[in-house]
């Protein structure tokens, strides 16, 4: 028993809780998060095989999807780095003049004369030193230049070294020497030794022999290898090689073949290959969808919170991209990357756009372009192609007024598919990409055909109302207004009237002035049951509410409008039409059955709720501005002589008089609205009651004499 009890609890606590307002928008969206995550995963999460290098592979593998064959793409460019490095180190342009190389050289030759003059007047063996100083230099010196160099004073000597150690920084310096340059630069150097006048004193020839012969001993190779430039030239042949792709439906290895290295990193790449790395990328799948819903969510939230709050508005939306993510990924299936380029991004915010909103499509487009790059093997290209599709889908059916509009907006979606296609692959150079173009014209007209197809089933679901249902409604052929016009053509005409005139309210207040035109001509379908019970169809025959009582007379004329919505149920009418005919009158006084009620009854208490209407009162603006241009229209008609400032004195009247009464304390129309309102009204009426120029009557027989 007790069990029982329980489970009823939970029951109970259950449905009220989906009952609150939020838990449903979160089931939908916890819903959309694992189909789509679901469908994704499938990219990541799939059939694995357990090999190794040098196994035989039990059957064959194929891609699930294009990849970077990663092994082939590093093996060439690993070949074209090291080609390009060998050839930037045979290049000569690549080596610089290293100047530690001069600095050396100056500081040997000035060495060597040090050491000479310090063994100066200590009768050292003239050879012993001239071996010592060879085995510093890259030459060697004899004994007969040492010789000389001792017997110069000390002045002479310090004169020398400064001039030699000037002349070998100066060669290695300046001037680029690879070893095969060295005996032409040293056969050079006596030259440029007798052009030195150390002191202001020129070199005898024993001099020059000396300074010659220890410069020559210290030249060396003085060229380096520019390391930044080697390694931008090997950056730079790296950035040449293009990737190497796995396509999808590629053999990666065929069954009874040996695996190889290639294969396993292939293999890797994929998630083919059993390991814990398939279920990181599986995480990382999850993380990017909900990262993408939550994110759609916060700008439903934040700029769209009417959409969110309704349940069957959210479920549209998530069925849309349900669809269109579903048959990407059907899409995905073949091996072929054409198909890539038919995902029918466009069929969705076309159908986003019509049904709900183009904000929203907008913002749908880019996420359905995401999904497309992920499902299509995360490639940029397919991804920019949808988004492309997807916001012109958008923007063609902005001003949609017939569903044969629809098949325009294809033709514009495959043209600009087209473009985009074509321009980005000879950004790219895929010539793939370019000879595949014309698959964007074919996906623009698929998704335009897809929308005709999908959309009045959508609408008729969801119980959505769109503007091309309104225009198909507004046709004087819809059976309703047909039998209004037969049935009650003075109220067909006052219907007219009153929807040109909300139709410009609505305008000038920035409301939905189509769907306001619409509610205003099936306002009164509901006088089309006793439609001589209505003073505008009966054309100045007997009036049968002469013969009636107020109380009965008040009864069929607001009983028109519970007649209305009874017929337009009937005819399946959307319930946003439905309002207009329920909450034209709202709880409005029929004034002229409770006067006359009240004469009647002399001493008598008439009780003023018998002669209003049931309501509701008018729950919108642009139900509010029907009420009003209800009545401005009947009011304006008994006007004698309907002037601009009568006109416009009448229309205030009315406004003011129903603001007084309490009739749009519901809607969320404010009084700067009603102004405009205001002017809107007045303008219309002084064209229809404008003022006609009488002509004399000896013109108009004239005029009548030149007709005959």
Not at 176 to 195: F, H, N, Q, T, Y
Not at 197 to 206: H, I, K, M, Y
Not at 307 to 312: I, M, V, W
Not at 368 to 393: C, H, P, R, Y
Request: proline share 4%; charged share 25%; hydrophobic share 45%.
């Amino acid at each position: 028993m007790k069990l029982g009890l329980l489970k009823s609890a939970v029951q109970k606590w259950g449905i009220d809780t989906f009952r609150k307002t939020g838990v449903r928008q979160w089931t939908i969206a916890v819903l959309f998060f694992v189909a789509l995550g679901g469908m994704l995963l499938a990219n990541v999460v799939t059939d694995t095989v357990d090999v190794s290098v040098g196994q035989v592979a039990p059957r064959d593998i194929e891609a699930p999807f294009r990849a970077i064959n990663r092994y082939e793409t590093d093996r060439l460019r690993a070949t074209a780095a090291d080609r390009a490095v060998k050839e930037a180190v045979d290049n000569d342009a690549n080596y610089v003049i290293n100047q530690a190389v001069a600095i050396k050289a100056r500081e040997l030759v000035a060495d060597v004369f040090e050491r000479i003059a310090a063994a100066r007047g200590q009768d050292a063996d003239p050879g012993v030193i001239a071996a010592e100083t060879s085995a510093a230099l890259n030459q060697p010196i004899d004994a007969a230049q040492v010789r000389i160099a001792l017997s110069l004073s000390e002045e002479r000597s310090a004169q020398l070294k400064s001039a030699a150690s000037a002349l070998a920084a100066e060669i290695l310096g300046r001037e680029r020497l690879k070893s095969e340059d060295l005996e032409e630069a040293r056969a050079g150097i006596p030259a440029r030794v007798a052009a030195l006048r150390p002191g202001d004193v020129p070199l005898s020839a024993e001099e020059r022999t000396l300074v010659a012969a220890v410069v020559a001993g210290a030249l060396e190779p003085n060229l380096l290898l520019d390391l930044q430039r080697v390694n931008r030239a090997r950056e730079e042949a790296i950035a040449e090689v293009k990737p190497v792709y796995v396509e999808r439906g590629q053999i990666i290895v065929r069954k009874g073949d040996l695996v190889s290295e290639e294969d396993i990193r292939i293999l890797q790449d994929l998630g083919l290959l059993r390991s814990s790395a398939n279920y990181v990328a599986a995480l990382g799948i999850l993380l990017i969808v909900a990262l993408l819903v939550g994110l759609f969510g916060v700008y439903l939230y934040q700029c769209k919170r009417q959409l969110l709050t309704d349940e069957g508005h959210l479920a549209l939306l998530a069925l849309v991209l349900i669809l269109v993510a579903g048959i990407t990924k059907v899409l995905s299936v073949f091996p072929s990357e054409a198909f890539g380029y038919l995902a029918p991004v466009a069929l969705g915010t076309m159908l986003i756009a019509i049904l709900l909103d183009a904000h929203v499509a907008i913002v749908s487009a880019v996420f359905l372009s995401v999904i497309v790059g992920l499902t299509m093997g995360q490639e940029l290209k397919f991804a920019v192609v949808a988004l492309v599709s997807g916001l012109t889908g958008v923007f063609g059916v902005s001003k949609v007024g017939e569903r044969a509009h629809l098949t325009r907006a294809g033709g514009i979606v495959g043209l600009v598919t087209f473009a985009a296609m074509l321009s980005f692959g000879l950004y790219r150079a895929d010539m793939f990409m370019v000879q595949y173009s014309p698959l964007g014209v074919i996906n623009g007209l698929v998704s335009a055909i897809g929308a005709i197809g999908l959309f009045p089933y959508l609408e008729s679901v969801f119980g959505i109302t769109s503007s091309i249902r309104l225009l198909e409604l507004s046709n004087p052929n819809q059976p309703l207004l047909r039998k209004l016009l037969m049935e009650a053509p003075g109220t067909y005409h006052h219907s007219m009237i009153v929807g040109n005139l909300a139709e410009a309210a609505a305008e000038a207040i920035g409301g939905d002035s189509l769907l306001t035109r619409v509610g205003a001509q099936y306002h009164d379908i509901g006088k089309t049951k006793r439609p001589y019970f209505f003073i505008e169809n009966q054309y100045g025959g007997e009036n049968p509410h002469d013969k009636m009582s107020p109380y009965l007379s008040t009864l069929i004329i607001t009983n028109h409008v519970k007649e209305g919505v009874d017929l337009a149920r009937k005819h399946r009418l959307p319930e946003c039409v439905i309002d207009f005919i329920r909450q034209h009158h709202g709880t409005t006084l029929v004034k002229y059955f409770y006067n006359k009620a009240k004469e009647m009854a002399k001493d008598e208490n008439c009780d003023e709720k018998d002669f209003r209407y049931p309501g509701p009162r008018p729950q919108t603006k642009e139900t509010a501005i029907v009420l009003l241009a209800d009545s401005v229209e009947a009011a304006v008609r008994t006007l004698s002589k309907p002037t601009p400032g009568r006109i416009e004195g009448l229309v205030r009247k009315i406004i003011k008089d129903h603001l007084a009464d309490g009739q749009l304390d519901e809607s969320n129309i404010t009084l700067r609205d009603l102004d405009k309102v205001a002017e809107a009204f007045v303008k219309v009426l002084t064209g229809i009651f404008h003022s006609r120029i009488e002509y004399p009557d000896n013109l108009i027989k004239e005029m009548e004499a030149k007709r005959a």
